[in-house]
């Protein structure tokens, strides 16, 4: 009897192994073509002699899609059966990646993207689905941490990745390297994980999926456009604002009036994932904000090329490795709370660090920032991925790990875009603020003059000068920018007294 118990237990134990090495492989994956291909757009605008503008659909027709489809996790799941859901999109998400490597024309690789977004957008969350329902309570935080590193550490280390691919063999290997990840994935899924229980006689609400679909297309679009198109002074931006807006009202007035909505606003009650969900919005802002500063700031300020700006950035996916190895360790001995508030007053910390670079800090500042910063985020993004759904009734769990990471990735698309906006907008204002000092009264550019730095009575002598201001202005708007994300921190700090601290029903 003893014998057979140890079997069973044993037998068990390789499952949830297996089943883990396969969730993480996927995760990874997708989590790593959300930032692997924006390497390679330079070469991929070159071999298909496209516009910089027409190449930026590679990466928006991907975000798109992943979004209108995410929320369809829940439903697909409860109807198909989640095995069967994780393993066809593994497929797919696999077989568009080779299509897209393969492809010859900017129609054709912006269709495969599109189809790697639909395939792709369910991954994410079904592997925190399947490690919360593989693991006991009591193992969750340890579960979240395996998931969290494949979660945090992909977009991290995915431009350094691309850049290496891209410099030593092709664009083309951005997407064919996740063929093998696929397939491991899908051969372990297959013999190890069981199928979920089906509910077929679940309706789906076509009429609140719609509206939702065309409401977070509407806003992926406009944050992915706005800054190229000049916001709300295209035609375009404006209608994608106005349909955020109205179909989103519609949506929120839908599901309450609804008998049976497309998500159901009851999970919502429950404080710890509501508050989880704003906390999970911050973390995807500074998650992929700071990413989206750094290799400009390094290339175009500092003369780093792309392959070295990626060797410096990816220790910053180590600090997070280690954060989110301690907190698995030690979930259920320490509060998630004093976890999410270390992380925060990391982050808080690094940003302002930030704002003191200049464009002669060494590349060991920002290796060192850069590994703090993970550091507070492997120490929030694995607490908070707990106690989200410590305490949320597990039928909601499919539709909850979908509004999770859809969350996450709209944080992180209006994170960017805001970056980005407020950059240009800091850049301009400056340069009209240092302009102001060059005159003839200037003590300092006189001397220039004199010693032979600068000629002002010639077009050349004012070009070489009006470098050097847009230089000037360019490197404080950056700082403004991480000043910016400090506060963005900061204010998320009270949301931490919100959070039902440790208790029966929480793990952590």
């Known amino acids: 009897m003893a014998l057979t118990q140890s079997l069973k237990t044993e037998g068990a134990s390789t499952n949830r192994v297996m089943i883990t090495i396969s969730v993480m492989l996927a995760t990874i994956m997708q989590a790593l073509d959300t930032t692997i291909a924006n390497v390679a757009l330079p070469h991929m605008k070159g071999a298909m002699g496209t516009t910089q503008d027409q190449i930026s659909w590679v990466l928006t027709s991907y975000i798109v899609a992943a979004a209108i489809c995410m929320p369809l996790t829940g439903i697909l799941s409860a109807r198909i059966g989640r095995k069967r859901l994780f393993m066809w999109s593994i497929v797919g998400f696999t077989v568009s990646s080779i299509l897209c490597g393969a492809a010859q024309s900017l129609d054709q690789i912006v269709l495969f993207r599109l189809l790697q977004g639909v395939f792709g ?7 925190q689905s399947v490690l919360l329902d593989t693991y006991p309570k009591e193992k969750h935080g340890s579960a979240m941490a395996m998931w969290g590193v494949g979660v945090m550490v ?4 995915g431009p350094y990745l691309g850049g290496l691919l891209t410099e030593y063999y092709s664009w083309r290997w951005v997407f064919y390297i996740n ?3 696929g397939i491991i994935a899908w051969l372990g899924l297959a013999g190890f994980l069981e199928e979920s229980k089906l509910d077929k006689k679940r309706s789906f609400d076509m009429y609140g999926f719609v509206l939702l679909g065309v409401a977070i297309g509407s806003l992926q679009m406009m944050l992915d456009r ?3 198109q000049n916001w709300f002074s295209s035609l375009e931006v404006t209608i994608e604002g106005l349909l955020t807006v109205v ?11 609804h008998s049976h909505p497309f998500i159901d606003p009851k999970m919502f009650r429950d404080r710890n994932f509501s508050i989880g969900m704003v906390f999970i919005f911050i973390v995807g802002i500074i998650l992929l904000s700071s990413m989206a500063l750094l290799p400009p700031f390094m290339n175009s300020l500092m003369g780093y090329p792309v392959v070295d700006i990626g060797a410096i950035l990816a220790p910053r996916g180590f600090g997070t490795m280690a954060a989110m190895i301690i907190v698995g360790r030690f979930a259920n001995k320490i509060d998630a709370r004093l ?3 270390l992380g925060l007053v990391l982050i808080t910390y690094s940003m302002w660090e930030m704002t003191l670079f200049t464009t002669e800090v060494t590349a060991w500042d920002i290796i060192r920032t850069g590994m703090v910063q993970g550091t507070g985020l492997g120490f929030i993004f694995v607490p908070l991925s707990t106690i989200s759904f410590a305490t949320l009734d597990p039928k909601y769990r499919n539709e909850g790990t979908s509004m999770f990471s859809l969350l996450r990735n709209i944080g992180s698309s209006i994170g960017i875009s805001v970056v980005t906006t407020y950059l240009a907008q800091r850049t301009q204002i400056n340069h009209a603020a240092f302009a102001d000092y ?3 009264f200037n003590l300092a550019l006189q001397i220039s003059q004199e010693q032979g730095a600068y000629n002002t009575t010639t077009a050349a002598g004012l ?3 009006n470098q050097v201001v847009t230089g000037q202005a360019a490197t404080l708007a950056y700082l403004q920018d991480f000043r910016l994300m400090m506060w963005i921190t900061v204010a998320a700090l009270p949301l931490v007294l919100l959070l039902k601290g440790k208790s029966k029903h929480v793990p952590a």
């Open 179 to 181: 063929v093998p990840f």
């Open 226 to 228: 706005g800054e190229s």
């Open 247 to 257: 179909c989103g009202a519609m949506f929120l007035v839908h599901i309450f009036t």
């Open 463 to 465: 070009a070489a000068l």
């Open 121 to 127: 957008a369910s991954l994410v969350p079904l592997s």
């Open 438 to 440: 060059i005159n003839p």
């Open 154 to 157: 992909g977009p991290i280390l």
């Open 339 to 341: 976890f999410i508030t």
